[in-house]
């Protein structure tokens, strides 16, 4: 019986020693992927010839003036009836 414990027990440290390298193993390649990745990008050097100067502007004013119409509004007798 001591010895089925023994050797379940082995197993089972073997698993998490695999476990454990596997995943550093992992982690490795995929640094080394995104450091790879990094390398591909395109640096490119601008040479300025002349300062930037915005210019803005002026705005026009634009004149409008609306239509309004004249609403036609009938008054209506109210009913009051009293009890």
Same mark, same amino acid.
């Given at each position: 019986?001591?010895?089925?414990? @023994?050797?379940?027990?082995?197993?089972? &440290?073997?698993?998490?020693?695999?476990?454990? =390298?596997?995943? &550093? &193993?992992? /982690? #490795?390649?995929?640094?080394?992927?995104?450091?790879?990745?990094? !390398?591909?990008?395109?640096?490119?050097? #601008?040479? #300025?010839?002349?300062?930037?100067? *915005?210019? =803005?502007? !002026?705005?026009?004013?634009?004149?409008?003036? *609306?239509? =309004?119409?004249? /609403?036609? #509004?009938?008054? @209506?007798?109210?009913?009051?009836?009293?009890?």
């Amino acid at each position: 019986m001591k010895q089925s414990k @023994i050797y379940y027990h082995s197993i089972s &440290v073997k698993m998490k020693h695999t476990r454990y =390298i596997f995943s &550093v &193993v992992l /982690l #490795v390649a995929l640094s080394a992927t995104g450091a790879k990745a990094q !390398d591909t990008l395109a640096t490119r050097n #601008v040479t #300025v010839q002349r300062e930037y100067k *915005p210019v =803005i502007q !002026d705005a026009g004013k634009i004149s409008f003036s *609306p239509n =309004i119409l004249e /609403l036609k #509004v009938e008054k @209506i007798e109210a009913e009051v009836h009293r009890f």
